[in-house]
T-cell receptor, first 119, second 114 residues
Framework: NAGVTQTPKFQVLKTGQSMTLQCAQDMNHNSMYWYRQDPGMGLRLIYY???????DKGEVPNGYNVSRLNKREFSLRLESAAPSQTSVYFC??????????????????FGDGTRLSIL | GDSVTQMEGPVTLSEEAFLTINCTYTATGYPSLFWYVQYPGEGLQLLLK?????DKGSNKGFEATYRKETTSFHLEKGSVQVSDSAVYFC?????????????FGAGTRLFVKA
C-alpha cells in the first residue's frame, strides 16, 4: 500500500521558472492538502481540496495554484518560482466521514515530501 | 485564531530517560488534538490523538492527555530509545472550520543518545 506518493523528491529551479509538483493517494480519501515546511515554522497550509472538484486557499496561497485532477491526484503549480518558495513541500490526504465533528477527528496521511530549491 | 505552541528544541536525552514535550493550544471551538512524528527524510505520521477533554491518546509507549482546563496536550514517554530520535509536532483540528484546517506547532526535535 503506497499511501501518498509525491514526485519529484528533489528539484532545483531558477527564479522565474515554472513547475508542477505531483501528488497521488491510493487510500480513497476525499480530502487532500498541500503544505510547506520551513525551519522553525512547522507546516503551513497552502491549498486544500475538501473533495473532488473543489479547492480552497489555505494560509499561504500566494504564488501557487492547484488542480484536483480526480479523486486520487492533487497537483501544486509554481507559475514563476521565487527564492522565497524554497522549502520542503508535503502533500497529505484524509478521510472525510460523517459530520464536521467526526471529520475533524481524522488524521492526515503525508507523503515523503519534495525538497525544492530556487536559485 | 487557533494556534499551537510547543516547547523549543532540540531536546537531548540519554536512552531510558523520561520524556516530556510541552504543548499548549488556543482554539475558539472544540478541537481534536494530535501528535505527529517525522523521521529524517520522511513525511509526518500520526503518533496519537485525543478528541475530547480528558481523553488520553497512547501509542508505542507515548501518551498525551487532553487537558481543557490548562489547554494543554503534553507528550510523555517513560523510557526513550535511540529510535525515538525524530521531530515531534503537536497539532489541532477544529470542527468549527470543518476539520479542514489543521494547525501545527513548530515542531520539537528530539535526540536520544545511546
Amino acid at each position: 500500500n503506497a499511501g501518498v506518493t509525491q514526485t519529484p523528491k528533489f528539484q532545483v529551479l531558477k527564479t522565474g521558472q515554472s513547475m508542477t509538483l505531483q501528488c497521488a493517494q491510493d487510500m480513497n480519501h476525499n480530502s487532500m492538502y498541500w503544505y510547506r515546511q520551513d525551519p522553525g515554522m512547522g507546516l503551513r497550509l497552502i491549498y486544500y481540496s475538501a473533495s473532488e472538484g473543489t479547492t480552497d486557499k489555505g494560509e499561504v496561497p500566494n504564488g501557487y495554484n492547484v488542480s484536483r485532477l480526480n479523486k486520487r491526484e492533487f497537483s501544486l503549480r509554481l507559475e514563476s518560482a521565487a527564492p522565497s518558495q524554497t522549502s520542503v513541500y508535503f502533500c497529505a490526504s484524509s478521510s472525510r466521514v460523517g459530520s464536521a465533528k467526526t471529520f475533524s477527528n481524522q488524521p492526515q496521511h503525508f507523503g515523503d515530501g519534495t525538497r525544492l530549491s530556487i536559485l | 485564531g487557533d494556534s499551537v505552541t510547543q516547547m523549543e528544541g532540540p531536546v537531548t536525552l540519554s536512552e531510558e530517560a523520561f520524556l516530556t514535550i510541552n504543548c499548549t493550544y488556543t482554539a475558539t471551538g472544540y478541537p481534536s488534538l494530535f501528535w505527529y512524528v517525522q523521521y529524517p527524510g520522511e513525511g509526518l505520521q500520526l503518533l496519537l490523538k485525543a478528541t475530547k477533554a480528558d481523553d488520553k491518546g497512547s501509542n508505542k509507549g507515548f501518551e498525551a492527555t487532553y487537558r481543557k482546563e490548562t489547554t494543554s496536550f503534553h507528550l510523555e514517554k517513560g523510557s526513550v530509545q535511540v529510535s525515538d530520535s525524530a521531530v515531534y509536532f503537536c497539532a489541532l483540528s477544529d470542527r468549527n472550520t470543518g476539520g479542514f484546517k489543521t494547525i501545527f506547532g513548530a515542531g520539537t526535535r528530539l535526540f536520544v543518545k545511546a
